[in-house]
């Protein structure tokens, strides 16, 4: 907002200069972005405007004397607001939605869109130039001079932030004013010469004919005041705040007014508004009142009491003021506040102990009596005005003492210690040591944003009925593709993928530790009252699960130029190594790899991972048709682990196992078996394991042969090298071999396995 310095020291009594003055709102809250040196068109006058950035919940600060209210409180000056007081605005007539009086008719068919509506009629005025202080004016505070009329609403609207409207009386179907919401198909001509497209979610000011302005935002070009125009007809009224900034965004159209309706009008200054307007009006266009006024308003209203306790506030703010400091601090904002001690509350006046009354001039001590000393309160009871809809809970009110009592008053201290260190939950030390193991092994964590669209979804090649599908939607999304809450890290990994390869990043490998968010099942039983017959029950929160996502691309390699590319390159195993890795670091025992499939994954490249029989996530090379949806030239491998899974099974402590004192036995065992998935290497180290008993230390793959001339069509070999120990001797052959016999006919009998001669 252009806030000019001289229009601003008419309100409040100081010597402070625009710099100063700037440095002090800044403090306060009130951010000064710059100060600039305005002249105007005719070159006649000249001022410094402060250009002011206003927070969303200050919308009283909109205005000039908002801003030098609060200039007022933080300089502890006096300040003087304007006379906003005419006879037909301090005795209107009053109704709660429809109210005639002479020839004008205010009906409000809307009242939770329009919960107050103000009207005064002025005739016979002049429609002309304005003055040229009230044109220099506005100028200054960069609204373009219309007319004497126009002027004098713009200007009451930049000092009071109440916005005005003028419609021409005698444009007016019968002089009626009705607000509603608008109907389906109805358009208007705004002033700007530009039709307005309605909705039934539009506020709109009409007569019986239609509509005539649009509320809260832009008045009509059918009812504008214009050069012929003698009889006026004011508007002050209170809008919701959320359907006007609806509306607003919708068409989209944003005006002086509307900025200021979505942040919040004082809703008892509608009057005074019309009253400081009509005298604009009479002083430079002349004209008379047609009073009283006609206020249509739906309820009283009140002002909100917050109760602050002067112990917390210091607590807070880590001050030493004491109650009467603070009451002082808060009426300088112009909060009513009072006393109160224990359950009791006087007015203006406070109780001792023994229950004696002293008044609020005896704070100060009357002439030939001393002061009296006041106890500290338990309470402030604070009474706050309309215009400070922002202060709403005690820590309001402690903000506001911090602003006026100044930031740089309140000391430096630090915080006292806690009786006990802080420390991480088995959660957090968990999921940080995921995080070391990946970055251990050159994979950068990658951050992402927790949305995604059916398209992500559709490019990883999920079928429709893949549980992911059924994705929670949000209701005001950011972009139309992205109005889901993810479940699957898989896009976020793709599209990272992908922005490294358009920037010629071949080498990538990332990591992403996120939460994915699972819709709850909708609760049983019927819609409640109110709701549609049929309608869905309504679900509970999301169930959000811990997720570990993966992504290996290129050479794993930070320099691998005299390395083999079969080396440097990643691959499945690169990748199936590294949650062995993670498995370990973990301390999990039962981790079993199985060949599974995945939409997003090539058949017959993927692995599922079982966690004591549970399923824990999936990993593999990425399917040829995700890999050309995502432009991802070179075969890429993925993996997706559920960390809840993980975590249920992992152990934060580690268990010593010394180093084996006795020689290892060491036999290779080459087996033929069909080529399928019942006879994978997997399910053959499982029979090994089972059948060799505590002294096989490990089993390991380390060939695979296909010749069918051989083996016979339809079959493989398998080669596998076993470890035997005992831990507190040497194992003799004959023992070795006796194990070897008992695997083999393990083996032949449950797998049809054939052990085949090196």
Same mark, same amino acid.
């Given at each position: 907002?252009?806030?000019?310095?001289?229009?601003?020291?008419?309100?409040?009594? !100081?010597?402070?200069?625009?710099?100063?003055?700037?440095?002090?709102?800044?403090?306060?809250?009130?951010?000064?972005?710059?100060?600039?040196?305005?002249?105007?068109?005719?070159?006649?006058?000249?001022?410094k405007?402060?250009i002011?950035?206003?927070?969303?919940?200050?919308?009283?600060?909109?205005?000039?004397?908002?801003?030098?209210?609060?200039?007022?409180?933080?300089?502890?000056?006096?300040?003087?607001?304007?006379?906003?007081?005419?006879?037909?605005?301090?005795?209107?007539?009053?109704?709660?939605?429809?109210?005639?009086?002479?020839?004008?008719?205010?009906?409000?068919?809307?009242?939770?869109?329009?919960?107050?509506?103000?009207?005064?009629?002025?005739?016979?005025v002049?429609? +002309?130039?304005?003055?040229?202080?009230?044109?220099?004016?506005?100028?200054?505070?960069?609204?373009?001079?219309?007319?004497?009329?126009?002027?004098?609403?713009?200007?009451?609207?930049?000092?009071?932030?109440?916005?005005?409207?003028?419609?021409?009386?005698?444009?007016?179907?019968?002089?009626?004013?009705?607000? #509603?919401?608008?109907?389906?198909?109805?358009?208007?001509?705004?002033?700007?010469?530009?039709?307005?497209?309605? /909705?039934p979610?539009?506020?709109?000011?009409?007569?019986?004919?239609?509509?005539?302005?649009?509320? @809260?935002?832009? @008045?009509?070009?059918?009812?504008?005041?214009?050069?012929? !125009?003698?009889?006026?007809?004011?508007?002050?009224?209170?809008?919701? %705040?959320?359907?006007?900034?609806? /509306?607003?965004?919708?068409?989209?159209?944003?005006?002086?007014?509307?900025?200021?309706?979505?942040?919040?009008?004082?809703?008892?200054?509608?009057?005074?508004?019309?009253?400081?307007?009509a005298?604009?009006?009479?002083?430079?266009a002349?004209?008379?009142?047609?009073?009283?006024?006609?206020?249509?308003?739906?309820?009283?209203?009140?002002?909100r009491?917050?109760?602050?306790?002067?112990?917390?506030?210091?607590?807070?703010?880590?001050?030493?003021?004491?109650g009467?400091?603070?009451?002082?601090?808060?009426?300088?904002?112009?909060?009513?506040v009072?006393?109160?001690?224990?359950?009791?509350?006087?007015?203006?006046?406070?109780?001792?102990?023994?229950?004696?009354?002293?008044?609020?001039?005896?704070?100060?001590?009357a002439?030939?009596?001393?002061?009296?000393?006041?106890?500290?309160?338990?309470?402030?009871?604070?009474?706050?005005?309309?215009?400070?809809?922002?202060?709403?809970?005690?820590i309001?009110?402690?903000?506001?003492?911090?602003?006026?009592?100044?930031?740089?008053?309140?000391?430096?201290?630090?915080?006292?210690?806690?009786?006990a260190?802080?420390?991480?939950?088995?959660?957090?030390?968990?999921?940080?040591?995921?995080?070391?193991?990946?970055?251990?092994?050159?994979?950068?964590?990658?951050?992402?944003?927790?949305?995604?669209?059916?398209?992500?979804? $559709?490019?990883? @090649?999920?079928?429709?009925?893949?549980?992911?599908?059924?994705?929670?939607?949000?209701?005001?999304?950011?972009?139309?593709?992205?109005?889901?809450?993810?479940?699957?890290?898989?896009?976020?990994?793709?599209?990272?993928?992908?922005?490294?390869?358009?920037?010629?990043?071949?080498?990538?490998?990332?990591?992403?530790?996120?939460?994915?968010?699972?819709?709850?099942?909708?609760?049983?039983?019927?819609?409640?009252? +109110?709701?549609?017959?049929?309608?869905?029950?309504?679900?509970?929160?999301p169930?959000e699960?811990?997720?570990?996502?993966?992504?290996?691309?290129?050479?794993?390699?930070?320099?691998?130029?005299?390395?083999?590319?079969?080396?440097?390159?990643?691959?499945?195993?690169?990748?199936?190594?590294?949650?062995?890795?993670?498995?370990?670091?973990? @301390?999990?025992?039962?981790?079993?790899?199985?060949?599974?499939?995945?939409?997003s994954?090539?058949?017959?490249?993927?692995?599922?991972?079982?966690?004591?029989?549970?399923?824990?996530?999936?990993?593999?090379?990425?399917?040829?048709?995700?890999?050309?949806?995502? $432009?991802?030239?070179?075969?890429?491998?993925?993996?997706?682990?559920?960390?809840?899974?993980?975590?249920?099974?992992?152990?934060?402590?580690?268990?010593?196992? %010394?180093?084996?004192?006795?020689?290892?036995?060491?036999?290779?065992?080459?087996?033929?078996?069909?080529?399928?998935?019942?006879?994978?290497?997997?399910?053959?180290? !499982?029979?090994?394991?089972?059948?060799?008993?505590?002294?096989?230390?490990?089993?390991?793959?380390?060939?695979?042969?296909?010749?069918?001339?051989?083996?016979?069509?339809?079959?493989?070999?398998?080669?596998?090298?076993?470890?035997?120990?005992?831990?507190?001797?040497?194992?003799?052959?004959?023992?070795?071999?006796?194990?070897?016999?008992?695997?083999?006919?393990?083996?032949?009998?449950?797998l049809?396995? #054939?052990?085949?001669?090196?």
């Amino acid at each position: 907002m252009r806030v000019p310095y001289g229009w601003l020291m008419e309100y409040i009594d !100081t010597d402070a200069s625009p710099e100063e003055l700037a440095h002090v709102l800044t403090m306060g809250g009130l951010e000064v972005e710059e100060i600039e040196d305005w002249t105007s068109e005719d070159g006649q006058a000249s001022d410094k405007v402060l250009i002011t950035s206003v927070t969303s919940n200050r919308g009283d600060l909109l205005s000039m004397i908002g801003v030098a209210r609060h200039a007022a409180a933080l300089l502890d000056v006096e300040f003087t607001p304007p006379e906003m007081s005419l006879p037909a605005t301090d005795e209107p007539i009053r109704a709660d939605d429809d109210l005639t009086e002479g020839d004008t008719r205010v009906q409000i068919l809307d009242l939770e869109g329009c919960p107050r509506y103000s009207a005064l009629r002025v005739t016979g005025v002049d429609v +002309g130039p304005s003055p040229e202080w009230l044109a220099h004016r506005l100028e200054a505070a960069g609204i373009r001079p219309i007319s004497n009329v126009v002027d004098a609403t713009n200007y009451v609207v930049w000092e009071t932030g109440q916005p005005l409207h003028a419609f021409d009386h005698r444009l007016l179907i019968d002089g009626h004013i009705i607000v #509603r919401r608008a109907e389906p198909g109805e358009r208007m001509l705004t002033i700007d010469d530009q039709w307005r497209y309605l /909705t039934p979610d539009d506020l709109v000011i009409c007569d019986p004919k239609g509509p005539v302005a649009l509320a @809260g935002i832009m @008045g009509g070009l059918d009812s504008e005041v214009r050069k012929l !125009t003698k009889d006026v007809l004011l508007e002050s009224a209170h809008f919701n %705040p959320t359907l006007i900034r609806r /509306t607003s965004q919708r068409l989209p159209l944003s005006t002086e007014a509307s900025y200021r309706f979505e942040r919040y009008v004082d809703p008892n200054l509608t009057l005074p508004a019309l009253a400081r307007a009509a005298q604009l009006i009479l002083d430079s266009a002349g004209g008379e009142i047609v009073g009283p006024a006609l206020d249509v308003r739906t309820e009283e209203f009140e002002l909100r009491a917050i109760t602050m306790r002067p112990d917390r506030c210091n607590a807070v703010l880590g001050t030493d003021l004491s109650g009467q400091e603070m009451e002082e601090l808060l009426k300088r904002l112009g909060l009513e506040v009072r006393m109160q001690y224990g359950l009791s509350v006087r007015g203006v006046e406070t109780y001792l102990g023994g229950g004696v009354p002293v008044a609020e001039e005896d704070r100060e001590g009357a002439p030939g009596r001393p002061a009296v000393k006041l106890p500290e309160p338990d309470a402030l009871l604070v009474t706050v005005p309309t215009h400070r809809p922002d202060l709403e809970r005690e820590i309001d009110l402690i903000e506001e003492v911090a602003i006026v009592h100044g930031y740089d008053s309140i000391p430096m201290t630090l915080p006292r210690a806690g009786n006990a260190a802080a420390v991480l939950t088995r959660e957090q030390k968990l999921e940080r040591r995921v995080r070391e193991v990946m970055r251990a092994a050159g994979v950068c964590e990658s951050l992402s944003f927790s949305m995604m669209g059916q398209h992500d979804l $559709d490019s990883i @090649g999920l079928p429709e009925d893949a549980p992911e599908r059924s994705a929670l939607r949000l209701r005001d999304p950011v972009s139309a593709h992205e109005d889901l809450m993810r479940t699957t890290l898989l896009p976020s990994l793709f599209d990272a993928a992908r922005d490294n390869v358009r920037q010629r990043v071949q080498d990538v490998a990332l990591f992403e530790v996120s939460r994915v968010f699972l819709p709850a099942p909708p609760a049983e039983g019927k819609p409640s009252a +109110g709701e549609e017959e049929g309608a869905q029950a309504p679900r509970g929160l999301p169930e959000e699960r811990r997720r570990l996502g993966a992504i290996v691309m290129g050479s794993v390699m930070t320099s691998g130029w005299n390395l083999p590319a079969e080396v440097a390159e990643a691959d499945f195993y690169w990748l199936k190594g590294l949650v062995e890795q993670l498995c370990r670091s973990l @301390g999990l025992d039962e981790v079993v790899f199985e060949r599974a499939r995945h939409p997003s994954l090539h058949p017959g490249r993927s692995a599922q991972l079982l966690v004591s029989g549970e399923y824990a996530g999936a990993l593999g090379e990425v399917a040829p048709e995700v890999r050309d949806a995502y $432009d991802l030239q070179h075969p890429a491998y993925v993996m997706e682990l559920d960390l809840e899974v993980l975590f249920q099974h992992a152990q934060l402590q580690a268990h010593y196992e %010394p180093v084996p004192r006795m020689p290892a036995a060491l036999r290779d065992l080459a087996l033929v078996v069909p080529d399928d998935e019942e006879h994978d290497a997997s399910t053959l180290t !499982t029979a090994v394991e089972q059948a060799a008993g505590d002294e096989l230390a490990s089993v390991e793959v380390f060939d695979v042969y296909e010749d069918p001339e051989r083996l016979g069509a339809g079959n493989k070999q398998i080669a596998l090298r076993l470890t035997f120990r005992h831990p507190e001797r040497t194992l003799t052959d004959d023992e070795v071999d006796a194990l070897m016999r008992t695997i083999t006919q393990r083996l032949e009998r449950d797998l049809s396995a #054939r052990v085949r001669d090196w």
